[in-house]
């Protein structure tokens, strides 16, 4: 017994000295730059989205730095007024092992009407105004040499050439949407219309491998929004907003670090968590995501039974364990699968179908 705890007290000693050498890694994506304006919201007075992105980002990197120092690092996918590919954007991220991936835009409507915010994660176009969003960001590519060879023959303005998900953004959806809740909830704290979590074909978040987020922060079409947006008032309310969700996120990615760590000096588990599931919720496990199409008979799967294959529209096959409304059922489930050896296998939780974050159905 004693040997035993010595033990976890070193294990315990190396995982948090292991943290320390590795600090979180963030990237703050500051939308278009150079010959790219991005949305025009006046010519005459020069407010393009590039420069509002550009200081946003700027402000939400200080912020992180101030309160966070050497535990956290910032980096900016660009620090001046240049032109950066999409694809060049998240390379940065995936190159230095992002944790997180914040990508900030302005919003522009052929209508002037139209104001608030919205944080999208990488998904299928679900409605037209969706697409369109999509389409006005992803046509930046029409501005980069070789985008045909690049992207694959990729046409931003045309909805068949839909983006689902790819392999790694789907393991990382669940945190992306949780991000994105968050980011929307503090907006409403600040007065902004929060216009939602949505999703859509974003080339640079398929691209990217870890949680991603593209944040529109407003509408440079609106009159009262884009002077609230290119007020330094504005950038700075806008920039603290995304600070705070970046705060609780970071909060609770170290505390899941640390749930690792205490679990392997404990057996008991914590089961007297009482929850009440809301209409519609599913809940599934994931125990992975393939190309391959995999007969779901319980010997293919470590004698788990009761398989699910759903293929999404990349062709990628996803394969479940357990189907539950209850979370703490689908708790016990995920707990059997890591028992039977899949380790990373994790909770999904489903809407009338649709991928939504679990901590909102808790
Ligand atoms: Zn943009």
């Keep these: 017994m004693r040997k035993l705890s010595f033990l976890t007290f ?10 320390q050498i590795k600090p ?3 990237v703050i994506d500051a939308g278009h730059g150079g010959h790219d304006k991005g949305a025009i919201g006046s010519t005459k007075y020069a407010i393009y989205e590039k420069n509002i992105t550009l200081d946003v ?76 969003v999509a389409k006005r ?22 909805p068949e050439s839909v983006i689902g998900l790819t392999l790694m953004q789907d393991a990382h959806l669940d945190q992306s949407i949780e991000f994105a809740d ?44 884009r002077q609230f947006i290119n007020s330094s008032k504005g950038k700075s309310k806008i920039a603290k907003s995304i600070f705070q969700s970046f705060d609780s996120y970071k909060k609770e990615f170290d505390k899941k670090n640390g749930v690792v760590i205490a679990s392997s000096s404990t057996n008991t588990a914590n089961n007297n968590t009482q929850v009440t599931s809301k209409e ?36 990628i096959y996803i394969y479940t364990y357990g189907k539950t409304s209850s979370y703490s059922a689908i708790k016990k489930k995920q707990k059997e699968a890591r028992g039977k050896g899949y380790k990373d296998c994790f909770i999904i939780a489903l809407k009338n179908g649709e991928r939504v974050s679990v901590k909102s159905t808790l």
Excluded at 105 to 130: F, I, Q
Excluded at 141 to 155: R, S
């Design 10 to 19: 070193f294990i315990i000693l190396f995982s948090l000295s292991f943290a």
């Design 57 to 132: 980002s700027k402000r939400l990197g200080k912020l992180i730095k101030d309160r966070y120092g050497s535990n956290v690092k910032v980096i900016y996918t660009r620090t001046s007024d240049k032109f950066i590919t999409l694809k060049g954007r998240a390379n940065i991220a995936n190159r230095n092992h992002a944790d997180l991936f914040i990508s900030i835009h302005c919003n522009s409507n052929a209508k002037t009407s139209p104001y608030g915010s919205e944080t999208y994660v990488l998904g299928l176009h679900r409605s037209a105004d969706n697409f369109e």
């Design 137 to 158: 960001e992803n046509s930046v590519i029409l501005l980069e040499e070789d985008y045909k060879v690049t992207y694959e023959g990729f046409d931003p303005n045309s």
């Design 182 to 225: 968050d980011v929307q909830k503090h907006f409403t704290n600040i007065g902004r219309k929060n216009r939602g979590v949505k999703q859509a074909g974003f080339l640079v978040l398929r691209e990217t491998a870890m949680p991603s987020v593209l944040i529109e922060i407003g509408f440079v079409s609106n009159a009262a929004e």
């Design 280 to 315: 519609g919720i599913v809940y599934k496990v994931q125990l992975m995501s393939s190309k391959k199409w995999i007969n779901k008979k319980s010997s293919n799967f470590k004698g788990l039974q009761d398989i699910e294959r759903v293929q999404n529209d990349n062709g």
């Design 24 to 26: 979180f890694v963030v």
